[in-house]
């Protein structure tokens, strides 16, 4: 990226903190539920959830379009849909950031769930998010969002713009808790 590229002039942009919603957002990214095969483990039942419900939206993030590079700071609304396969309550795919280094601020605008954390030395913590409630996931955390309750999850995400996404490694090691409904209450196993 040229140093003309890296520089964009200052603007400002409404975010509903009741809602999420991101007014004028640039950019938007779907993802649907038949790229979340390899993430769940009852492969039949996100099979089964993709051919009865026609492959429906499972999450959604919106941004402006704020330059990949140091120095900035990426900002984007994550809006996780509710639901569960076998029990296993919706979650993004979960990455590492590229630059290891590079930390994120999630701060919960809406619904409730957790962010799961884990190193590649296998330590895994997780955080709640309720509206209000910002979880600070530190450089060389592996992330995923997850849902528990009956309405979409929306937080609102910082992190800097050279950070980028590793994907890859995710879907090799996985994370070494899943969430589950146990009686109506979230256990992680
Ligand atoms: C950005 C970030 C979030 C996620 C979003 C979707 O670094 O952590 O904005 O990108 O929650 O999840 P993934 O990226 O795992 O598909
Ligand atoms: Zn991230």
């Not at 619904?111 to 309720?130: A, H, I, N, Q």
């Amino acid at each position: 990226m040229t140093d003309t590229q890296k520089r964009i002039e200052p603007f400002g942009v409404e975010i509903d903190l009741l809602t999420g919603a991101m007014k004028d957002f640039d950019n938007y990214k779907k993802t649907m539920a038949s790229t979340m095969i390899p993430y769940y483990a009852d492969t039949d039942a996100i099979r089964d959830l993709v051919e009865s419900q026609g492959n429906p939206i499972h999450y959604e993030v919106f941004e402006k379009t704020i330059p990949e590079a140091a120095g900035h700071i990426r900002v984007c609304i994550s809006k996780l849909l509710p639901g569960k396969v076998g029990g296993e309550f919706f979650m993004t795919k979960g990455h590492y950031h590229t630059v290891l280094e590079t930390a994120e601020s999630y701060l919960c605008l809406a619904g409730e769930g957790f962010l799961l954390m884990k190193t590649s030395e296998g330590r895994c913590l997780w955080e709640p998010f309720r509206p209000g409630r910002l979880v600070y996931c530190p450089p060389s955390w592996a992330h995923r969002s997850i849902n528990t309750g009956s309405v979409p999850l929306v937080s609102l995400c910082h992190y800097p713009g050279d950070a980028g996404h590793n994907y890859g490694d995710i879907v090799e090691e996985g994370f070494p808790k899943r969430c589950f409904d146990r009686g109506g209450k979230p256990a992680f196993e």
